[in-house]
């Protein structure tokens, strides 16, 4: 497995930026998938963004399209989550996923989880 370290949460008002950062170590950084996922207060897991190990695909949840975006350095092995145009149904804490096998959009596709990281959107 993976280990995963997020950073560059925070709190931003509604309309603002936010860039996340993951930081993976263990295997070869694009052998595999890395992903977001997020989840509010009282309720599921919710899928973000995916990009495949080369970086050439990029996958996103209805609710971030068109205002997040994924890429990664795989020199630097870091996955990075930009997210534009925040409101206030953002915040929520951002998991960083790697790994595994299957559909992008479960969360028992993915064999890695980092510790999560804090997004606040004041409205």
């Known amino acids: 497995q993976e280990q995963l370290v997020e950073s560059g949460g925070g709190l931003v008002q509604a309309g603002g930026s936010l860039r996340l950062s993951c930081a993976a170590s263990?295997?070869?950084?694009?052998?595999?998938?890395m992903g977001w996922f997020r989840q509010a207060p009282g309720k599921e897991r919710e899928f973000v963004a995916a990009?495949?190990?080369?970086?050439?695909?990029?996958y996103y949840g209805d609710s971030v399209k068109g205002r997040f975006t994924i890429s990664r350095a795989n020199a630097k092995n870091t996955v990075y989550l930009q997210m534009n145009s925040l409101k206030p149904e953002d915040a929520a804490v951002y998991y960083c996923?790697?790994?595994?096998?299957?559909?992008?959009?479960?969360?028992?596709?993915?064999?890695?989880w980092g510790q999560g990281t804090q997004v606040t959107v004041s409205s």
């Open positions: 996923v790697a790994g595994g096998r299957g559909s992008y959009y479960d969360t028992s596709r993915w064999s890695s």
């Open positions: 263990g295997r070869t950084f694009s052998d595999y998938a």
């Open positions: 990009v495949s190990g080369s970086g050439s695909s990029t």
